[in-house]
């Protein structure tokens, strides 16, 4: 019987030593339990999440009616995609502009760019909140312009995680190539487009997918520089869980958990399964 | 690969660099400057706030009240680490050993918590873990269960179970936290181990050292840097987390962040939450200067 006649177990194996697979197994149902939960009972016929009375849709209908909660998605989304467009030019530029230059303070530079990476985003916020206020930015800015605040706020802390995700693409990049086509003839810009751009794709994608899950995941941020008017999807659900919690708010987080996979397999699809290990 | 000098093409260098560097100063400079201004003021009128120099805000943050919040904020940054730490690293160590075709898809499931929304996953958390959760309900099996064993071999069964508050006090914060917080630890730890030489592993298992062994005088040591990077990516987020205890913290957990979140939301204290703000940057930068300290040191020491 082939089938039954397991390998012993190498020493290196540990993934083969039934405790490691346990421990594994754990920590998994630890990360997954919750969130299937969650999506269980999105479809349950009863208003407290307690016990299983039954499969019912009604809750999706109602969030999907509930208008300030599709307007909070609408904002997230567009936010995003604004977001994921500005920060992967300036990350592009940026990371170019450090792998390709030598220029005075450039240590200095790169510390500043990492820091809206570090500095906890409580002061990220606080930051955006007083400048804002100070430089009296209107809030009655008819849509899509009221989302430029938060907008703006969220481009700060994308870019440079583009950048450095750039940065570290185009350190594989053969130089010799881009001297050759200057050498046949291409101006500075035609080098840049045919020769710097294609190699850098995997950079940009990787970058742009990094840029739109970090701005649609964030609350911290947008929570202080929202205006009263502007609400986006986190914090519309954290009022929500706040003051009632309501199977409603389960429909709701299902549907945004459901577009967190469709975009990890966009990305899968990408780059494959080893390119998205590989950039993180 | 030589570094082009910016004045020998200033054109280019210009059109690359002006963009992501306006950016910067316009949107994180200078507001970040404001802050630290504003951590001299004081509030001169209902929405007026003069720069004075004055280090009352700094003052005030060094009272008891606040310094044991900061202390607390750190214990609870320093535990959940400890604990990621501790169930991260065998994951992280299976990963690395797990065969060629399974190692993508177990870092792609570490790592598809990591990009679903933060507030979702607190919330799933917390409707586990309500008074009729299912984490509580499984505790009350556990304890009938226990009770009947007693009964059967003819002990007072056990008193009715009452479900344990498990949210709104610091437990909750802390296994919040390390919900949150796990994918930021194994994925830092896996690329560490994954550059490991393997065969170093292998040759000291061979000579005779055993498995704890190996791993305390090979694999640590080595992994070093690699673990010290993925405390830091857990430390440092973990100590400025504001929706963890905001919403799963009893009255007695809050933390640094919901203090300074409550000068600029609720108390109208803008100076003084400008002030908490950079003290906790400041501690940060600590953080990370003793992390780079220690890599320096360990190059001078090759």
């Not at chain 2, 300074?260 to 600590?286: C, H, T, V």
Request: hydrophobic share 55%.
């Amino acid at each position: 019987m082939a089938l039954f006649a397991r390998r012993p177990v190498a020493p290196l194996e540990y993934t083969r030593k039934t405790w490691m697979r346990l421990w594994v197994g754990a920590t998994l149902v630890f990360l997954y339990a919750p969130l299937l939960v969650l999506m269980v009972f999105s479809f349950n016929d009863s208003k407290r999440n307690v016990a299983w009375k039954g499969f019912t849709l009604k809750y999706y209908e109602k969030a999907l009616n509930n208008d300030t909660l599709v307007e909070a998605l609408v904002n997230s989304l567009t936010i995003a995609a604004l977001a994921t467009v500005v920060s992967v030019i300036l990350g592009a530029l940026a990371g170019v502009m450090l792998w390709r230059f030598r220029f005075p303070l450039k240590g200095a530079v790169e510390g500043v760019m990492s820091l809206p990476i570090i500095v906890p985003e409580i002061c990220m916020g606080v930051a955006m909140l007083i400048f804002f206020a100070k430089v009296d930015w209107p809030t009655d800015l008819p849509w899509p312009l009221n989302l430029s605040a938060i907008t703006i706020a969220h481009i700060t802390f994308c870019f440079p995680f583009v950048a450095m995700v750039v940065r570290s693409r185009m350190a594989s990049f053969n130089r010799e190539q881009e001297e050759a086509a200057k050498d046949l003839g291409a101006s500075e810009w035609a080098t840049f487009r045919d020769i710097l751009l294609p190699h850098m794709k995997p950079g940009l994608v990787a970058g742009a997918l990094l840029a739109f899950t970090l701005s649609l995941d964030d609350f911290v941020i947008t929570f202080f520089t929202s205006g009263p008017d502007t609400i986006t999807f986190p914090v519309k659900v954290y009022s929500m869980v706040r003051f009632s919690v309501t199977p409603e708010v389960n429909a709701a987080s299902t549907i945004l958990i459901l577009l967190t996979i469709a975009l990890t397999a966009v990305a899968l699809k990408l780059q494959g399964v080893k390119g998205i290990a590989e950039t993180h | 690969m030589s570094l082009q000098d910016w004045k020998q093409h200033r054109r280019p260098f210009a059109a690359i660099a002006s963009a992501p560097l306006f950016w910067l100063v316009l949107f994180f400079l200078v507001p970040m400057g404001i802050v630290w201004l504003y951590s001299f003021g004081q509030n001169s009128g209902p929405a007026d706030i003069a720069i004075t120099g004055t280090l009352d805000n700094y003052k005030r943050a060094t009272e008891w009240l606040y310094l044991s919040i900061f202390g607390k904020s750190l214990a609870v940054a320093a535990l959940v680490t400890l604990i990621c730490l501790i169930i991260g690293f065998p994951v992280a160590m299976a990963i690395t050993f797990a065969a060629e075709k399974w190692r993508p898809w177990l870092l792609l499931a570490i790592m598809l918590p990591f990009w679903t929304n933060l507030l979702i996953r607190t919330y799933a958390l917390m409707m586990l873990m309500g008074s009729n959760g299912y984490a509580n309900r499984g505790l009350g099996a556990l304890w009938d269960g226990a009770s009947w064993l007693k009964t059967l071999v003819g002990l007072q069964p056990l008193e009715a179970w009452a479900p344990v508050p498990l949210l709104y006090n610091n437990f909750a914060v802390v296994l919040g936290l390390v919900y949150v917080h796990l994918p930021f630890m194994v994925l830092p730890l896996y690329s560490a181990l994954d550059r490991l030489d393997k065969s170093l592993i292998e040759a000291s298992l061979d000579l005779g050292a055993g498995h704890f062994r190996t791993l305390t005088k090979i694999v640590v040591p080595l992994a070093g840097p690699g673990i010290a990077a993925g405390v830091m990516i857990t430390l440092i987020p973990a100590l400025g987390a504001y929706l963890t205890p905001d919403l799963m913290g009893g009255t007695d957990s809050q933390m640094i962040a919901n203090v300074i979140e409550r000068q600029f939301k609720r108390a109208n204290d803008w100076p003084f939450g400008a002030a908490l703000s950079f003290l906790l940057i400041y501690a940060m930068f600590i953080l990370v200067a003793i992390q780079s300290l220690r890599g320096d040191r360990k190059k001078e020491a090759r």
